[in-house]
């Protein structure tokens, strides 16, 4: 069965502390792996997808396949960063399955 | 405005009564989604529509009915809910080019609902 695992419901971390948010996938294939956000009162929304390679908002994420994981890193938290997070892979065409998430809160 | 739209963005029901959700994307897209989001469970997918087709149905009581009238447009119409089907409804798009892997989902800003 498809499964996404965040383990942290909640992270929190000083300003200018590294951070990492952490995501297990047990999926079949080799799925695409996707992190949205979602800041406070906004809507849900790409943050950055695998397949990109792209640093978005300081953030990047490594696929490990031997390790099934997808963890989402940044270097300096900052106060904006604050926000729920989920981790999505996808291997069903156009099919999203969403971990639980993790709230991070980036305390002054 | 551009992007996914829903309308209402806020809804509190009956038991007994019957509304609807709407969702209009504004992106040219040819899938829509509704999600479930409450706070007790993550994020779960109810329904697909590709083309105007549903392609997905992913265990979803009766009392939800999904309806696409065309690729724009999504509608989630509620009958007899109950007090646990509270919880904040998500419409969702992207295009489906047909390949191998994902694509990016937009999210419309959701639609809370209330069942008394």
């Known amino acids: 069965a498809q499964r996404v695992t965040q383990p942290e419901k909640l992270l929190s971390v000083f300003k200018g502390a590294p951070v990492e948010l952490k995501c297990n996938y047990s999926?079949?294939?080799?799925?695409?792996l996707f992190w949205y956000v979602q800041y406070s009162r906004q809507r849900l929304q790409l943050l950055l997808r695998?397949?990109s390679r792209e640093s978005i908002k300081g953030f990047t994420a490594d696929l490990n396949k031997g390790e099934t994981s997808f963890h989402l890193k940044k270097p300096f938290a900052q106060e904006e960063d604050s926000a729920m997070y989920y981790c999505?892979?996808?291997?069903?065409?156009?099919?999203?399955?969403f971990g639980g998430g993790t709230r991070l809160m980036v305390k002054p | 405005e551009t992007g996914v739209t829903q309308t209402p963005r806020h809804l509190v029901m009956g038991m007994t009564n019957k509304k609807s959700l709407k969702c209009e994307q504004h992106?040219?897209?040819?899938?829509m989604y509704w999600y479930k989001q409450s706070a007790k469970k993550p994020l779960e997918l109810m329904f697909v529509?590709?083309?105007?087709?549903?392609?997905e149905n992913n265990s979803v009581p009766s009392r939800f009915s999904p309806e696409c009238p065309n690729s724009s447009h999504l509608f989630l119409h509620l009958h007899t809910l109950q007090p646990e089907d509270s919880a904040l409804y998500l419409c969702?798009?992207?295009?489906?080019?047909?390949?191998?892997?994902?694509?990016?989902?937009?999210f419309g800003e959701g639609s809370w609902l209330t069942v008394v």
């Open positions: 969702a798009s992207s295009q489906v080019s047909g390949g191998v892997g994902g694509n990016t989902i937009y």
């Open positions: 999926y079949s294939g080799s799925p695409e």
């Open positions: 695998h397949i």
């Open positions: 999505a892979p996808n291997n069903a065409g156009n099919m999203l399955t």
């Open positions: 992106l040219g897209h040819n899938a």
């Open positions: 529509y590709n083309f105007k087709e549903q392609t």
